[in-house]
């Protein structure tokens, strides 16, 4: 089962975290692998331990908020492998210095975020379905969070963002279909990387994993083995939806701490 083998999947963001994670476990299940991101020592790495495992992987170093390299993605995708039948839409994040209350909220706080998680999601997704078209379709995997179903303070256009990128899932499901192309989002709770680690200091990590049922926080290969079903043909008649991977999670710590911080303000 979940066998990818003769397969072509690219991920962009694929050298560090989640995205290194899907990387490896697409290239495990026997797929092509072509990664991109903005750290061209990390695709290596990456790139260099599919190799090393036996696999076939190519690195493009890009930033994927210039419109031009999606398209130059796919080309190169498939002029490399002869084919591509898999896009996962990884890169996102939102920055320290664009964090904030919506009400203080600043035209280059929202252009950077939204640009980067939900504009270069759609534009990856239409470069893909544009090479899959009339080649067999393939599978578009989002990957979302749960932000985009929850109330996410102080970053409310990162959860806006997302819940634009799993409507847009839908319709590119709908709008597509016809063409063979499948098109899903997953969804992460809290999931254990770098840079997930660098704000979770202290007793911060503590606390998330209170909110967690599973009694753990997730791990790069938690949200790769739901991309590696979502790629693989056992998923042929699954399209236009948003799989939650969470740990069964339903309430965020940064949604509670806000409400603290709210009612201290009201106090004094």
Same mark, same amino acid.
């Given at each position: 089962m979940f066998d990818l083998t003769g397969k072509c999947a690219v991920v962009t963001g694929g050298g560090r975290g989640i995205g290194r994670g899907i990387s490896l476990a697409l290239a495990a299940a026997g797929a092509d692998l072509f990664v991109t991101g903005r750290s061209s020592a990390m695709l290596e790495a990456t790139v260099a331990q599919i190799r090393a495992a036996g696999g076939r992987a190519? *690195?493009?170093?890009a930033d994927i908020t210039d419109m031009a390299v999606p398209g130059s993605l796919a080309e190169r995708a498939l002029a490399e492998f002869g084919r591509l039948d898999v896009w996962v839409n990884n890169a996102g994040s939102a920055a320290r210095?664009?964090?904030?209350?919506? +009400?203080?909220? &600043?035209?280059?706080?929202?252009?950077? @975020?939204?640009?980067? &998680?939900?504009?270069?999601a759609f534009f990856g997704a239409q470069a893909a379905a544009r090479?899959?078209?009339?080649?067999?379709?393939?599978? +578009? +995997?989002?990957?979302?969070?749960?932000?985009?179903?929850?109330?996410?303070p102080m970053t409310g256009q990162y959860g806006a963002a997302k819940a634009g990128v799993e409507n847009l899932t839908m319709t590119m499901g709908v709008?597509?279909?016809h063409m063979g192309i499948r098109v899903n989002a997953v969804a992460p709770g809290v999931v254990v990387t770098e840079e997930t680690m660098a704000v979770l200091t202290g007793d911060r990590s503590q606390k998330q994993i209170d909110t967690v049922p599973l009694g753990r926080l997730g791990q790069p290969h938690d949200i790769a083995s739901a991309c590696v079903y979502l790629a693989s043909?056992? *998923? *042929?008649?699954v399209s236009g939806i948003t799989?939650? @991977?969470?740990?069964?999670?339903?309430?965020a710590i940064g949604y509670l701490a806000y409400l603290r911080k709210a009612a201290k303000a009201r106090e004094g």
């Amino acid at each position: 089962m979940f066998d990818l083998t003769g397969k072509c999947a690219v991920v962009t963001g694929g050298g560090r975290g989640i995205g290194r994670g899907i990387s490896l476990a697409l290239a495990a299940a026997g797929a092509d692998l072509f990664v991109t991101g903005r750290s061209s020592a990390m695709l290596e790495a990456t790139v260099a331990q599919i190799r090393a495992a036996g696999g076939r992987a190519v *690195a493009m170093p890009a930033d994927i908020t210039d419109m031009a390299v999606p398209g130059s993605l796919a080309e190169r995708a498939l002029a490399e492998f002869g084919r591509l039948d898999v896009w996962v839409n990884n890169a996102g994040s939102a920055a320290r210095e664009d964090v904030g209350a919506l +009400i203080d909220l &600043n035209e280059g706080q929202w252009d950077r @975020v939204v640009d980067l &998680n939900m504009k270069s999601a759609f534009f990856g997704a239409q470069a893909a379905a544009r090479a899959m078209r009339g080649r067999g379709g393939g599978s +578009i +995997i989002n990957i979302t969070s749960r932000s985009g179903s929850h109330p996410n303070p102080m970053t409310g256009q990162y959860g806006a963002a997302k819940a634009g990128v799993e409507n847009l899932t839908m319709t590119m499901g709908v709008e597509w279909g016809h063409m063979g192309i499948r098109v899903n989002a997953v969804a992460p709770g809290v999931v254990v990387t770098e840079e997930t680690m660098a704000v979770l200091t202290g007793d911060r990590s503590q606390k998330q994993i209170d909110t967690v049922p599973l009694g753990r926080l997730g791990q790069p290969h938690d949200i790769a083995s739901a991309c590696v079903y979502l790629a693989s043909d056992e *998923a *042929a008649w699954v399209s236009g939806i948003t799989i939650p @991977v969470n740990g069964g999670s339903r309430i965020a710590i940064g949604y509670l701490a806000y409400l603290r911080k709210a009612a201290k303000a009201r106090e004094g």
